[in-house]
């Protein structure tokens, strides 16, 4: 984790990239990584408490106590967005404003909802990530990002490749398994 910046107190989660030097400017923004990014000790990640998103709220709203922030905005993308939804609604009077981009409840395609991907598209991630994590890796990133930032997919390559592959590939099975529709459709 670490700050940058003055000003008010927005929070940016895990992702996006390039968006810092913007909100430096004008506010102090607080940056961390997921406990299972590349950037963390992978002898911190524990397999039994990361099997789903709880444990990261707990993660983002332990640090937001630990530094006293009383209110914040907060930025999320993809999982670390629906992270930031869940902890909002926990603890609602945390949050002055939310930034969302790219979530979704469930990212599974199922009957009329559309998540974005079917189930066995799925699994032929998880079946090529298990065999050959670098391959997929490689080829991931630059359709993940957008061909054509190649700084951006220079950046996220260089994530993905510090991921350890078994931490990798359970993140996103548990990603993929989450289905928060009935939490939001409940809230």
Known sequence: MRRAGGGAVPRLRHGPVGVEPYLTRDHRVVLYDLVCAGSVNPDHFDFGRY????????????????????????????????????????????????????CSPCFLNDGD??????????????????????????????????????????????????IRPDISLHVCRSVFRTDLRGVLWAW
């Open 113 to 162: 909802y559309r998540g974005g991907f079917e189930v066995e598209e799925v699994q032929e991630v998880f079946d090529a990530m298990s065999a050959n994590y670098s391959a997929w890796a490689t080829g991931y990133a630059p359709l993940a990002v957008g061909a054509d930032v190649p700084e951006a997919v220079q950046e996220f390559s260089r994530t993905l490749f510090n």
């Open 51 to 102: 099997n789903g998103l709880d444990a990261y709220v707990d993660d983002l709203l332990s640090i937001l106590d630990a530094l006293s922030i009383p209110r914040c905005a907060l930025v999320g993308h993809s999982v670390s967005a629906m992270i930031v939804i869940l902890a909002s609604i926990r603890r609602p009077e945390l949050f002055a404003k939310l930034v969302l981009i790219g």
